[in-house]
């Protein structure tokens, strides 16, 4: 069997945009950050909810794709102690030191010995979908949109989409 | 290191909306549910069917998104004995009683013992977008949007949004 | 308590659309595959990136839904040893044998003994919604969007919805 990962290869890089229709638009930058540990959770909430506010867009939604297989996103509350037992959870859940194919290098050409990353990245998922209203994005009080990195440290990237109406200005309607 | 959570403060509420650009709805609301049990699933399936029903959209998506830490949004059977099951794989997945930093009044101010409930959501998801189509929900057979309770008994809300097309009336397209 | 699920039943089958309204298009299409094995995973990336060419859309969302229970859709590598991995992650997280009242027909009238496989879609997730920029789907370089099936051999069947802009021809703005 292969050893190899089939590769996704766009044609051209995913490059900023700002389309619009009607009132639509449609709207995608790349979010970017350095992580300094193997596993390292990174609170996106600042970062997303500053280019809500530049989007212009007053009601819609935003997708937060992570660029990586051992990188993810999810949703949950911002607090050290509460970090530290996401971590415990997840080496629980996943054993680094596990009997990985993945880390053999008799079965896989990958050398990064990161078969956990894959594995917790797929329980906490890739990406979001989040709503906005009122040209805030929409999430609980304790929510925060927290970025897991599972096998840094590295330089990761984000795309984000904003999909929606513009309201000010001449397509403005009464509330 | 600090015990508290960073918390996310919109500037004003999430209010219901009904915005329109050419044929394009964006229409949100809020669905509220009461829950009797510190750990129960509830179908909100017919509710949300309703919602759709009601917005006028044909063609679109449509996002659920809760708005708490310890409260999910996932698809599965709606079966009494599933659930049960359900139930069971969270309790051995994440235990109630471990060691959890959230838990410990040293290292946190939370006092609802819930870091359970954290890991137990983030496994599960806290939002899922779903597609409308014909002007009906698409959803398998057996599928069901169903949320879990896992911090209860509560008052949990929801926030749902719609974004689509209205193609009755005059923007009514040939089928 | 009763052994039947509910079920979910739309009044008319989901067909497929296009519809479009000043530059936005709203397209669905329904993806299906044959499974050859209880659990197997089957990279859909080139057939969904093949439904983002065909659909004419620039900028906009693609929501992949799989139609069952049973079946999940997430992103990681692909690579035959990782698969194997995730494969026998899957095995360790939830047992086949566990004492799963779904599988007791004292509580469920379902006789597929499949509960694992419910418990397993539930961990991976149902959907995802994925971006389009430049006509194109965004993925990074290692990832692929695959199927899990976890109760085979079955046809299974993915409804996929995409929502964007088009930009080419009369609409088509200067980049």
Redesign the interface.
Known sequence: ????????????P??D?H??????V?R?ETLTIETHQRVELV?L?EAIAKLVEGSGV????I?V?????TCAV?????????H???K??LEQ??SRD?K???N?PE??D?DRNN?DA??R???????????I??A?????????VIAAELDGPRTRTF?V?I???Q?HGP?R?AE
Chains 1, 2, 3 share one sequence.
């Open positions: 069997m292969s050893k190899s990962s089939t590769v996704f290869a766009r044609q051209t995913a490059k945009r389309e619009t229709t009607g009132g639509l449609i995608a609170d909430t007053d009601e819609g939604l997708s794709w992570s660029m990586h297989t999810f949703i949950n509350e911002n607090q050290t102690a509460l530290a037992d996401i415990s959870f859940a996943v596990g990985w194919m993945h053999d079965h896989s990958c078969a894959h594995l990245a797929m329980l906490l998922g890739h990406s979001m979908t989040l709503q209203t009122g805030e994005l929409v999430l609980g009080q304790w929510q925060r795309r989409q999909q929606g109406l309201i397509n309607r």
